[in-house]
């Protein structure tokens, strides 16, 4: 095989490679958005859920 002939098999096989590896990456990033999107709802549960709790002072840990 020639030279021109072996640079084409290389650049087609490395155009392969890269566009599998690009698609496991945009995987990737969907897979970790979804994970960022139930943490955030997750802590929105755990913030009203704090903002609901009603404080005691020191009067009330004393009382106990």
Do not use: F, K, W, Y
């Amino acid at each position: 095989m020639s030279l021109i002939g072996e640079d084409r098999v290389d650049l087609a096989a490395t155009c392969a490679s890269l566009t599998t590896e690009a698609a496991e990456l945009r995987m990737r990033v969907m897979e970790l958005r979804q994970e960022l999107a139930d943490l955030g709802a997750r802590m929105n549960v755990i913030a009203t859920a704090l903002d609901r709790h009603t404080p005691c002072g020191p009067e009330e840990i004393a009382g106990r």
